[in-house]
């Protein structure tokens, strides 16, 4: 089965500067999402990415797809308070969507 | 467009009684997935449902649980006498086709005294 190991466990960084967490998986990619999870609540979609090399931004959030190493990375600009939370990657290991895989999660905390 | 709505937000059980769980998926999605999020460990897939039909279930425990998504009304999650493990966070997540992405809803916080 499909694994998904996400780096850092957790990060601290102080606002205004920039930082990177990873996703790598165990197996071929299919599709690749992240999630932004605020503690105790639902799930709030970031970005899909489903070819190598494929990027995607949204506002200050930066997202690469490596489809030969197998691994995704999330890259936050100039963070602001409002970025803290759990960071979720979410893998489709079969092609068929029809259940995702995740990650643990990143814990990222932003110092004002 | 409201998005996915589960209810409730809170539940308390005693073991031994039954947990029911609502989802009701985005307008115009008729895919829904269950998943499970305990304490320290991950997003865990249970079940996936589209209209009447369990589509893949290969994520639910053998017993005691039991999902549906009838034509009329929203999906329920259903657990039969609850014992303390079961206690977790359980969200819903809903898509309009299966290729597309699926987007969550707020959970059900599941506690079992």
């Known amino acids: 089965s499909q694994e998904l190991e996400q780096s850092p466990q957790s990060l601290i960084v102080q606002e205004g500067k920039n930082l990177t967490i990873n996703c790598t998986s165990s197996k071929t990619l299919y599709g690749l999402y992240w999630y932004k999870q605020k503690y105790g609540e639902g799930l709030i979609f970031l970005m899909m990415l489903q070819k190598g090399g494929e990027e995607k931004s949204h506002e200050k959030i930066t997202a690469k797809l490596d489809e030969k190493k197998q691994q995704s990375s999330l890259h936050i600009t100039a963070s602001q308070p409002s970025h803290a939370g759990i960071y979720l990657c979410?893998?489709?290991?079969?092609?068929?969507?029809?259940?995702?895989?995740f990650g643990k999660g990143i814990t990222l905390s932003v110092r004002p | 467009n409201a998005g996915v709505m589960q209810n409730p937000r809170h539940l308390v059980r005693r073991r031994g009684q039954e947990a029911r769980l609502r989802c009701s998926p985005m307008?115009?999605?008729?895919?829904v997935y269950w998943y499970r999020q305990l304490p320290e460990e991950g997003l865990k897939f249970m079940v996936y449902l589209q209209k009447e039909n369990i589509i893949d279930e290969s994520g639910m425990p053998k017993e005691r649980f039991s999902a549906e998504f009838p034509k009329e009304g929203p999906s329920i999650l259903r657990i039969q006498q609850v014992v303390r493990g079961d206690s977790a966070a359980y969200f819903c997540?809903?898509?309009?086709?299966?290729?597309?992405?699926?987007?969550f809803g707020p959970g059900t916080r599941l506690l079992v005294l």
């Open positions: 979410g893998a489709d290991g079969s092609g068929a969507n029809s259940k995702l895989t």
């Open positions: 997540a809903s898509s309009p086709t299966r290729q597309e992405t699926q987007y």
């Open positions: 307008k115009g999605h008729s895919h």
